[in-house]
């Protein structure tokens, strides 16, 4: 069965610090990747996706970025935090043929 | 723009009645929906999805309708129990979406089942 990892589970960095989250899916191939937001009290926002390794594509213009070294690595980056980065931090993937995505536990990210 | 809508934030419900969740969208080019369901602090679990070419969709105590014409579409939960209470994302995806599978999602509605 396939499984979806995200860590850390909760992170608290300063404001201007860098970031790097990391999302790994195991027992699939050539899956579709996905970063989602979610902030206090509003929906799921898609940051970025993924069709395959070192393919990106950004939803919306912020101050992250993220690559995807490998088939199943994910990984959620940020050369200098700020304030409005904190939120609740998601991994999704989907296989290519299938419309269902499935979510990893999340990440908790407090910028402070 | 908000595509897909969920105009109440929350829902309380009694252990053992229905709960009927709601979700409008505005893009008629959406052909497939999906509801999620959401604990504090951990990822969505797929709960339930529909094609658009059909209007009902039943697994267990979850039914999704979906009315093209109205652009709505409802999750009916029954009979509700405690461990239901949590949030609840509808999510759409557009005949666009092609290999890529992007979903957009509403902005959830809290359920809270009373014992």
């Known amino acids: 069965s396939q499984t979806i990892h995200q860590w850390p589970a909760t992170l608290v960095q300063p404001v201007g610090s860098p970031l790097s989250l990391e999302c790994t899916v195991e027992?699939?191939?050539?899956?579709?990747l996905y970063w989602y937001r979610q902030a206090a009290g509003r929906g799921l926002q898609l940051l970025f996706y993924?069709?395959?390794?070192?393919?990106i594509s950004s939803e919306v213009p912020q101050n992250l970025s993220a690559s995807r070294p490998q088939d199943r690595q994910f990984i959620l980056s940020s050369k200098k935090l700020l304030l409005s980065d904190s939120g609740f931090y998601l991994c999704?993937?989907?296989?290519?043929?299938?419309?269902?995505?499935?979510f990893g536990p999340g990440t908790r990210l407090l910028v402070l | 723009d908000q595509q897909v809508k969920q105009n109440s934030p929350s829902l309380s419900v009694q252990e053992g009645r229905i709960s009927i969740l709601n979700c409008d969208y505005t893009?008629?080019?959406?052909?497939?929906f999906l509801w999620y369901k959401k604990y504090p602090a951990e990822g969505p679990t797929f709960l339930i999805s529909?094609?658009?070419?059909?209007d009902k969709n039943e697994d267990g105590r979850f039914t999704v309708f979906l009315n093209k014409s109205a652009k709505h579409l409802s999750l009916h939960i029954v009979p509700s129990q405690p461990g239901d209470s949590a949030v609840y994302f509808c999510?759409?995806?557009?005949?666009?979406?092609?290999?890529?599978?992007?979903?957009?999602f509403g902005t959830g509605t809290l359920l809270a089942v009373q014992p």
């Open positions: 027992g699939t191939s050539n899956p579709n």
């Open positions: 893009n008629s080019m959406f052909d497939y």
């Open positions: 999510a759409a995806r557009g005949k666009y979406g092609g290999a890529t599978n992007k979903l957009i």
């Open positions: 529909i094609s658009s070419i059909k």
């Open positions: 993924s069709v395959g390794i070192g393919q």
């Open positions: 999704a993937w989907s296989a290519i043929s299938e419309e269902t995505q499935y």
